[in-house]
């Protein structure tokens, strides 16, 4: 029901543009997330935005360089991320939770994409 795309190879310093795409419900209501696990890691938060954007939360490690956004509309949810690191190599997967606060615990999301491989070069 969640399908990330947009990931790909791209040098350090460049930006790159993940989208996730819902179907089969409506996730108006729902916060929407982007986590990421690189090898050998845990999976970790990067960010997540609440329903009606009255909320957006971002791990510090991206703080400045990464923006989430979401089309209620189009039921999708965005993540530009720039100036990419090495270090920001990893899956990137969306998810959504239905809760009223912005969970960093991937244990609270309901539903999750497949995942996109970002790698960042140096």
């Known amino acids: 029901q969640l399908q990330a795309s947009g990931g790909g190879p791209v040098q350090a310093g460049g930006s790159l543009r993940l989208s996730c795409a819902a179907s089969?419900?409506?996730?108006?209501?729902?916060?929407m997330g982007w986590f990421r696990q690189a090898p050998g890691k845990e999976r970790e938060f990067v960010a997540a935005?609440?329903?009606?954007?009255?909320?957006?939360d971002y791990a510090d490690s991206v703080k400045g360089r990464f923006t989430i956004s979401r089309d209620n509309a189009k039921n999708t949810v965005s993540l530009l991320m720039n100036s990419l690191k090495p270090d920001d190599t990893a899956v990137y997967y969306c998810?959504?939770?239905?809760?009223?606060?912005?969970?960093?615990?991937?244990?609270?999301?309901?539903?999750w994409g497949q995942g996109t491989q970002v790698t960042v070069s140096s």
């Open positions: 998810a959504a939770a239905s809760k009223y606060l912005i969970p960093r615990q991937g244990v609270e999301y309901d539903y």
């Open positions: 089969g419900r409506t996730f108006r209501t729902y916060v």
């Open positions: 935005m609440i329903r009606g954007d009255r909320s957006i």
